[in-house]
């Protein structure tokens, strides 16, 4: 099992940047693939972008590549995303969430253990 807590939400401007983190304990080493995730206000839950725990390969959403950076620091057991350039339409709750599989990284299925979501809000 692996536990996820996310960090370093809160209130941007629209051209604002913000650091989210995700503390990961437990079996981390069994999870190959850890990604985030946003909800936004009425909308469905959307990948955003994927790591695989080597550091090896990245994936992101057309919607915030060239503007968010995914990292991870094995030794510390955590997951960033740095947000750069934010957009209102950028305003959701993020979720870090990991996966045993490299296979199928955009989707939320492929994915067993979830955070509790961390609220970014970009104000116009």
């Known amino acids: 099992q692996v536990q996820l807590v996310e960090s370093g939400g809160g209130l941007v401007q629209a051209g604002g940047s913000l650091r989210l983190s995700c503390a990961a304990s437990?079996?981390?080493?069994?999870?190959?693939?850890w990604g985030w995730f946003r909800q936004g206000p009425g909308k469905e839950r959307e990948f955003v972008a994927a790591i695989v725990w080597s550091g090896s390969s990245t994936l992101y959403s057309d919607s915030v590549k060239d503007r968010f950076t995914i990292s991870r620091d094995v030794a510390k057991n955590t997951m960033s995303l740095e947000m750069n350039s934010l957009k209102p339409e950028d305003t959701a709750v993020y979720y870090c969430?990991?996966?045993?599989?490299?296979?199928?990284?955009?989707?939320?299925?492929?994915?067993?253990?979830w955070g509790q979501g961390t609220q970014v809000t970009v104000s116009s």
């Open positions: 969430a990991a996966s045993n599989t490299p296979l199928r990284r955009t989707l939320q299925a492929s994915y067993d253990s």
């Open positions: 437990g079996r981390t080493f069994s999870r190959y693939t």
